[in-house]
C-alpha cells in the first residue's frame, strides 16, 4: 500500500466515524425530546403516578449491559488477533441482544395483563410514553442487530483483523450507545415516574 492509499483510507476512515456521530447525536436528540415530552406530560392531571414497571425491565437491562461486555470483549480479541475468542463474543453478543428483545415483548406482555395499553379507550398518556419510549428504542437495537450479522459475517470472511478494525469499530461503537441508550432509558423510567 502507498501513501496516498493509505491518506486516502484513512480520510475515508475517519468520515465514516464523523456520521456515525451525527447519527448518534441525532439518535440522542430523538430520544432526548421524548424524555423531555415525558417530563412535561407528568404535570397532566391523568398521569398514572402508581404505574409500576415490570421486573424483566431489570432483567433486560442486566443482559443488554452483559452484551456490551460481550461486544467488547470480541474487540479487544480481534485487535490481538484471537479468533476464537471473537466469535465467541460475537456470537455471544447476539445471543444475549436475542434474549433483550425476549424479555422486553416478555414485559409487553406484563403491561398487557396488568391494564396498561398503548392506545384506546384503556390507555393512558403515561403508558402511551412508556410503550413508545421503548418500542423506539427497539428499534434501534434491531438495526444495531442488522450491524452485528454483518460484522459477524466478515468476521467469518476474515475481514477483520489487528490493524483493519475499522468496520467493527463503527458496529462497537454503535451497538454501546444502544446499550447505554437502554440503561439510561430504563433509570430516567424506574426513578421519574
Same mark, same amino acid.
Given at each position: 500500500?502507498?501513501?496516498?492509499?493509505?491518506?486516502?483510507?484513512?480520510?475515508?476512515?475517519?468520515?465514516?466515524?464523523?456520521?456515525?456521530?451525527?447519527?448518534?447525536?441525532?439518535?440522542?436528540?430523538?430520544?432526548?425530546?421524548?424524555?423531555?415530552?415525558?417530563?412535561?406530560?407528568?404535570?397532566?392531571?391523568?398521569?398514572?403516578?402508581?404505574?409500576?414497571?415490570?421486573?424483566?425491565?431489570?432483567?433486560?437491562?442486566?443482559?443488554?449491559?452483559?452484551?456490551? &461486555?460481550?461486544?467488547? %470483549?470480541?474487540?479487544?480479541?480481534? $485487535? !490481538?488477533?484471537?479468533?476464537?475468542?471473537? /466469535?465467541? *463474543? +460475537?456470537?455471544?453478543?447476539?445471543?444475549?441482544?436475542?434474549?433483550?428483545?425476549?424479555?422486553?415483548?416478555?414485559?409487553?406482555?406484563?403491561?398487557?395483563?396488568?391494564?396498561?395499553?398503548?392506545?384506546?379507550?384503556?390507555?393512558?398518556?403515561?403508558?402511551?410514553?412508556?410503550?413508545?419510549?421503548?418500542?423506539?428504542?427497539?428499534?434501534?437495537?434491531?438495526?444495531?442487530?442488522? &450491524?452485528?450479522?454483518? %460484522?459477524?459475517?466478515?468476521?467469518? $470472511? !476474515?475481514?477483520?483483523?489487528?490493524?483493519? /478494525?475499522? *468496520? +467493527?469499530?463503527?458496529?462497537?461503537?454503535?451497538?454501546?450507545?444502544?446499550?447505554?441508550?437502554?440503561?439510561?432509558?430504563?433509570?430516567?423510567?424506574?426513578?421519574?415516574?
Amino acid at each position: 500500500m502507498d501513501l496516498t492509499q493509505g491518506t486516502s483510507q484513512h480520510k475515508q476512515g475517519r468520515a465514516k466515524k464523523m456520521m456515525l456521530w451525527f447519527g448518534i447525536i441525532s439518535m440522542a436528540m430523538m430520544f432526548a425530546g421524548l424524555t423531555s415530552a415525558y417530563v412535561v406530560s407528568k404535570n397532566r392531571p391523568d398521569w398514572l403516578a402508581d404505574l409500576q414497571l415490570p421486573a424483566t425491565f431489570i432483567w433486560s437491562t442486566l443482559v443488554i449491559f452483559l452484551s456490551s &461486555v460481550t461486544f467488547h %470483549i470480541a474487540e479487544k480479541a480481534v $485487535k !490481538q488477533n484471537k479468533h476464537g475468542l471473537a /466469535t465467541m *463474543g +460475537l456470537v455471544g453478543t447476539l445471543v444475549l441482544s436475542l434474549i433483550f428483545i425476549g424479555l422486553q415483548f416478555q414485559s409487553f406482555n406484563e403491561l398487557l395483563e396488568t391494564g396498561y395499553f398503548f392506545t384506546g379507550s384503556a390507555s393512558s398518556v403515561t403508558t402511551s410514553f412508556l410503550y413508545l419510549i421503548v418500542g423506539s428504542h427497539l428499534v434501534h437495537l434491531l438495526g444495531g442487530i442488522i &450491524v452485528l450479522l454483518v %460484522i459477524i459475517y466478515n468476521h467469518f $470472511k !476474515q475481514k477483520y483483523y489487528a490493524g483493519q /478494525t475499522l *468496520g +467493527l469499530e463503527l458496529g462497537a461503537t454503535f451497538w454501546h450507545f444502544v446499550d447505554a441508550l437502554w440503561i439510561y432509558l430504563f433509570l430516567f423510567l424506574y426513578f421519574f415516574r
